[in-house]
């Protein structure tokens, strides 16, 4: 179920289902207002943003209201999280899926927020957006490829293709005079393939392994899987969460693999060794080094949605 596309006029709600909004700045903040403003949205927070406890977030209690209380406002018609952290699937058990279900609307953010697009997803069957924060409009430089994914993905009816942007960084783009290194960009084949077709799930890999063995895991098996690395877990954290990942699921349909920082230490001979280990591996479509994850600019993945993966023209096309 697609929700209702976003289109200009429309209320977009801020929520912090993970980290507390108070992680953010008022300069930075401010930014990301105006740029959504910009685009045509009218932009509104949740009672509890700025609520913080000693771990950086707030309570469950308060992070459920809000989100709750976002899909209910029937002046509301898409929700963006503040910001990722770690903590989101705390709420799951504590969510109304029913609620939900019957206001649908637009859900997006990625990193720590991956564990709750991919079970209302799961439970829900609407599709959810592993893509930008509210404070990802913030980013100046390179803003102009994440918007146009983001509005492909919530704002139009019609299938779009993803391709690479032509350069990224990873900087400290939020800074209010960020000096920007960028690098030429080009994703990468590691296994050649006939186009495939298949429904997506995933995000941050060690955020979707939270939800192993709950019942808040979508239905992975012919899925083509999204993952990448944020910059505190390393290349070990990788290499262990694939390799739980190709137990859980045995037959995906193909594996995007997104740009690693560089904190992770992670390089590309790792990454060949790490995906060389497995022969499955060398018989569906894999791609690394591609515009989602930690550095910028990211595309937006519907949660849920049918995407075709070609390996020839290096695209990807969701419907």
Not at 14 to 26: E, G, H, I, K, T
Not at 188 to 213: D, E
Request: include cysteine; glycine fraction near 6%; charge should be negative.
């Amino acid at each position: 179920m697609k929700p209702p596309r976003l289109k200009k006029g429309d209320q977009i709600r801020v929520v912090a289902p993970s980290s507390s909004f108070a992680r953010l700045n008022d300069f930075g903040i401010n930014l990301a207002e105006k740029k959504l403003t910009e685009l045509g949205f009218i932009v509104t927070y949740a009672e509890h943003t700025n609520e913080e406890d000693v771990l950086g977030s707030s309570s469950i209690l308060s992070r459920v209201k809000d989100l709750h209380e976002a899909f209910l406002d029937p002046e509301v018609k898409g929700i963006l999280t503040a910001i990722g952290g770690f903590n989101s699937n705390e709420l799951l058990p504590y969510i109304d899926f029913e609620l939900i279900k019957r206001h649908p609307k637009v859900l997006c953010g990625y990193s720590d927020i991956t564990a709750l697009c991919n079970a209302i997803t799961t439970k829900t069957g609407l599709l959810t957006y592993v893509g930008p924060h509210f404070s990802s409009f913030q980013m100046d430089e390179l803003q102009d490829y994440q918007t146009e994914n983001f509005e492909l993905a919530t704002m139009k009816e019609e299938a779009f293709d993803v391709r690479a942007s032509k350069s990224w960084s990873q900087d400290k783009w939020y800074l209010p005079q960020p000096k920007r290194e960028l690098h030429r960009n080009q994703w990468k084949v590691y296994n050649q393939s006939t186009p495939v077709t298949g429904i997506c799930y995933g995000g941050n890999l060690g955020t979707f392994q939270l939800l192993f063995g709950t019942s808040f895991l979508p239905e992975l098996e012919q899925s083509i899987l999204f993952v990448e690395n944020a910059e505190e877990n390393d290349y070990h954290d990788f290499a262990r969460g694939l390799a739980s990942l190709l137990q859980v699921v045995r037959h995906p349909k193909a594996l995007l693999i997104g740009r690693f920082p560089k904190e992770t230490g992670m390089t590309e001979e790792r990454l060949l060794a790490i995906l060389g280990k497995y022969p499955l591996l060398k018989e569906i479509p894999v791609i690394y080094d591609m515009n989602f994850g930690h550095t910028q600019p990211i595309f937006t993945i519907p949660i849920g949605d049918r995407v075709t993966v070609d390996t020839t023209t290096k695209q990807l096309t969701f419907f």
